[in-house]
């Protein structure tokens, strides 16, 4: 009996001390518990940002890639445009050189041909400087249509530099030219106007279009020849009505 009764206190004081010794870790156990979730979730945070960042920093890097080749393409259209503009500047310097020289041989001739007349010199003479006097008006016609090509060729080259440096460029066309259209098509959306290089139309030159003093509409110069020109018709507000053959047309961004 006393066995037994000793076996009993010695049961229940291990349970004492076992519960005692639950009441005493338990909230050390929950606060392990607590630690190991917090520290769980700050690291799949910190591996979600790193991965977030890493994303950010590719996509930074792709951007910064594209945005040095756009740079290096424009820096170099910037370069051709100023080397074509400064050979065609240097052209256009050598023909006004040839054509002041011209228009000095031309009024020496003259000069000389006056004197001759004046002295009764022989009509031989006289008809050979007359002769010379044809040739040096026909090479000074000659140098002069080609100086405009130059300047033609040269202002073109002008506006595309223009048009790399200038956020809001415009082509500007002389202020007194007028014109007319004189091919329409309605499918392409195109005409053709009946003027060109001849009075100084010049690609990418907007000009208003008109029909009895009231706006029609917009067109942009595409394509240049000598005495005709294609151009588009502009949609959007500037489309009022239906360009049609015989409508004048007037630069839209005259020179000042």
């Known amino acids: 009996m006393l066995l037994r009764i000793s076996l009993v206190v ?29 520290e769980k979730r700050d690291k799949e945070t910190a591996q979600n940002d790193l991965r977030k960042t ?3 920093l590719a996509k930074t890097e792709k951007d910064l890639k594209q945005t040095k080749e756009t740079l290096a393409e424009t820096s170099a259209e910037r370069d051709t445009a100023v080397k074509t503009a400064a050979d065609q500047t240097k052209k ?27 002295t009764g ?5 006289i008809a050979g400087l007359g ?4 040739s040096l008006e026909e090479a000074v016609f000659v140098a002069q249509e080609e100086t405009k090509k130059v300047a033609w060729k040269l ?22 030219l007028k014109g007319k259209v004189a091919v329409t098509d309605p499918k392409w959306d195109f005409v053709v106007l009946d003027f060109g290089a001849n009075k100084e139309a010049l ?7 008109s029909r009895n003093g009231k706006l029609v509409g917009k067109l942009r110069i595409s394509a240049v ?21 015989g409508d004048v047309v007037i630069p839209a961004y005259p020179a000042l």
Not at 17 to 27: E, S
Not at 131 to 134: A, D, E
Not at 167 to 176: E, G, I, K, S
């Open 131 to 134: 002769k010379q006097i044809k």
């Open 92 to 118: 256009a310097t050598e023909l006004a050189e040839k054509l002041e020289k011209a228009n000095s041989d031309l009024g020496n001739a003259r000069a000389e041909l006056a004197a001759y007349q004046a």
């Open 225 to 245: 020849q000598n005495d005709r020109c294609i151009a588009n018709v502009v949609g959007g507000d500037y489309r009022i009505g239906d360009v049609s053959e």
């Open 10 to 38: 010695a049961i229940l004081a291990a349970l004492a001390v076992g519960v005692l010794n639950f009441v005493q870790i338990k909230p050390k156990i929950d606060t392990l518990v607590t630690q190991r979730d917090t």
């Open 155 to 176: 202002k073109i080259t002008e506006n595309e530099l223009a048009k790399l440096v200038q956020t809001d460029f415009h082509v500007r066309l002389p202020a007194d």
């Open 54 to 56: 890493k994303d950010e």
């Open 121 to 125: 010199y022989k009509p031989e003479q």
């Open 203 to 209: 690609p990418d030159a907007e000009l208003l279009v």
